[in-house]
């Protein structure tokens, strides 16, 4: 078999026609910033001597180059084309290997879906389970990708000063879980050098810093405020909040609406939104009157089954072509494209929702 060297039938140079002849073109960092523009494309091609292999030495410098300025490039995330992931479990005749949760944060992109309000929280979530059990099992690209998505949510909240108790918890648990992982350093528990978590265990706690100093100010204008509504406005705007914890911090604003926080039927509608009929019946809580408590009823029974999670907009799982992807609602609407390349005959009936937990799960072999 003849041998296949580099000649000028090579695909991917460039060629310029000279007096002398056809000469080859180098580009040299390019997409490395204006530092790299000092090179002189004519020197490289001069006729002399001292010049004649100066094109393959610095072609070497400067993938050397570009190669350092990504690895070193902190604040940048992997970006993919396609905005969805193959699930594979195990090896087949087609495909070898299988899929691991680090893949899947890398491909898809979390660092837009943060800016989409209907996906704050879910991202917000996904990142606390994996901060309390799944930080250990991610590679160093997907751990480094983790923090950089993880600092975009830090600096989100505080620039709209919006859901600052959901992130004040995801911190929380994220530096208990350092504080004890940085402890078994010596069991490789992860990956990367102990200065690097020392250093972003500290990052942490100047996020919390931020976040507890956080002071929403109050908008000081003739405009219609939440108190001048009606009572029975008022009463609907509560009934529409699936959160305890703000419905307790609503009410502390007037005292109508405190009053409104502490009826009853709010606190049942409550109950029976999260909870099964049969997990209530196994909690009843009577007060001093004979009545049921549903407010004390909730709390008891959040500490024993979990609360029902509700999202604007979730990753969707394809039955059948196993792939998981976000799901583009304006494509879906426009070009009626399911937002992966699915090869069933009705894509939607194949859709399910993918909840945070679920997430998890399907990277767990």
Known sequence: MPFLGQDWRSPGWSWIKTEDGWKRIEFFGHNLGENNNDIDLEELCDDNKE??????????????????????????????????????????????????????????????????????????????????????????????????????????????????????????????????LTRGMGKSVLVGNINIWVCRLETILNWQQQLSNLQIPRQLSNRMTLSDLPLHMQSNILYKFSDACDIINLGQATPTLHMLSEDWHLWKKLCQFHFTEKQVCGHVILSERGHLDWKLMYFTLQKYHPKREQYGDTLHFCRHCSILFWKDRHLALVFKDSGHPCTANDPDNCLMPVSPQHFIDLFKF
């Open 51 to 180: 010049n004649l292999f100066v094109g393959d030495m610095f072609e070497g410098a400067a993938k050397k180059r570009k190669k350092d300025f990504y690895n070193n490039n902190t604040k940048s995330q992997f970006v993919y084309k396609e905005k969805w992931i193959y699930v594979q479990k195990e090896s087949t005749r087609e495909r070898h290997g299988y899929c691991t949760l680090g893949e899947a944060f890398n491909r898809l992109d979390f660092s837009s879906a943060i800016q989409d309000i209907r996906r704050f929280n879910y991202v917000a979530k996904l990142l606390q389970l994996i901060a309390r059990s799944q930080l250990p099992s991610l590679s160093g690209a997907a751990q480094k990708n983790y923090f950089n998505v993880l600092e975009k949510i830090v600096r989100k909240v505080l620039e709209d000063q919006q859901n600052p108790r959901l992130i004040k918890e995801l911190l929380q648990d994220l530096s208990s879980t350092l504080c004890i």
